[in-house]
């Protein structure tokens, strides 16, 4: 086999990380090759009536620049020739356009206020029951439902005649394509999908208001959406003809892809990170009255659909840091604050990570004090302590999770694949085994990234399936495995911990 080599973009919430992997000669190789920090840009503007509110906003331009200097780095240390290029991203927001290609306006960011009373507003026009039976997504205040009801509430002078709608994903393959394409996975998590279908329920967008004509075309995973523009291989010096492929481009579905499962049933995956995605890969979506009253969502992948509920993550110890910098001057290292935390007594208290008090507080540590003291909890003071009740809820609320799905899917879990960036986390690794009382294999680390170049891999030929991917990606990377410990103790908290769960809501 000739060498093919493929450019993944992986964008989170807090940073994008751009690969290079390599398949030469049945072998594959991943190298990183540019890697940028980005995070919501908040402004105080007054609106037309003089009122003043803050306005999350992505800054689109300075990520753009990053994928060219992704290109440029490629070129002057690998070479011109590149295969194809992808990119994954978080699961939501997008832009406006004019038919000129102009984006009317910022990129406003999932955690901007704004989107607070919206999930209300989206139940007004339709019945809850019907959405969740046609999308099968149950309802979260930054789902793409709820963006474009308040644009065409708020913003309706926008959507001029030949104005278009682009997702994340989209907005970024159309900057280096000119197409306007998304693929299923990340349009089924916008709850305007129909999940069986897999195409915009006009349905859903009639009884919204949102225009059909703004909505770009959805496309399978793995398609090639077209040819990198020329102007543009040529401003950065890539060879003419690279492809533009719409991959697995919600993060998660590239995760979930990548990893290394034997048997699904039996397989509960977490994709680790700013967020946890805790779900199972099935068939066919599930939109049972019991799944919809569990809040589990149905999430397009490649060939399958992942029944999944959207946790919260490490964004809970990350906002404590940065509270704590503030209060310091600078960071807390982290192998300082890891020493603390397992050093620090077990079980003290118990949060919900997903209680809607811990979603964009103005200080985290305040929050959790709150929650602890609304629980009749009293709240550690040492940070160490704090860091700890986070990392223990989160893996008792993983154990509470697979209980529900389990239940609405007729399925038992024997192992836990943790993949992303939280496979670094050697002590949660170790709490979740501990907390569900099963093995935990966590790899690969960049599993999205990985997940995003096996289905680009797909698109190219390169190999036949995502089953031909699993001996590649467990030959590439390293998979650690984390036995349980203590269940006696770890039940007993738990009960604990459910307890909490009842008096928090």
Known sequence: MSTKRLLAVDLGASGGKCFVGTFKDQEFSMQEIHRFAHEGVSFFRPDRDGVVSERVVWDDVFIYRNIVEALQTYVR??????????????????????????????????????????????KACLNPNRIYEITGIHFQPFNLSNQLLWLVQNRPELLSEGAFYLPVPALFTYYLSGEKAVDSSWASVTQLMDAHSKEWSREMLDGLGIPAAIMPRIVPPGTVVGDMLPELAEAVGVAPGTKVVAAAAHDTAS???AAP??????????????????GKLMPEPVTTAEAMAANISNEGGVGNVRVLKNCMGTWLVQELRRVWRV??????????????????????AFIDPDDPSFYNPTNMHDAIVAFCDKTGQTAPQERGALARLVYESLAMKYRYVNEQICGVTNTTTKVVNIVGGGTRNVMLNQFTADALGLPVCAGPEEGTAVGNLMVQAVAMGVINSLADAQPIIRNAFPIREYQPQDSDAWDQAYEKFLQILASGS
């Open 255 to 257: 995760a979930f892809a």
């Open 261 to 278: 499962v034997d048997n699904p049933d039996e397989a509960l995956i977490i994709s680790s990170g700013t967020w946890s995605l805790v």
């Open 77 to 122: 240390d690998i070479g011109m020739e590149l295969t194809s290029i992808g990119m994954d991203t978080w699961g939501a927001d997008g832009n406006l356009f004019n038919a000129d290609g102009d984006m009317l306006g910022n990129m406003y960011c999932y955690r901007d206020h704004r989107l607070d009373p919206m999930i209300d507003k989206v």
């Open 327 to 348: 209060e310091d001057g600078a960071d807390v290292p982290w192998p300082e604050l890891d020493a603390a935390t397992e050093a620090a007594p077990s079980f003290a």
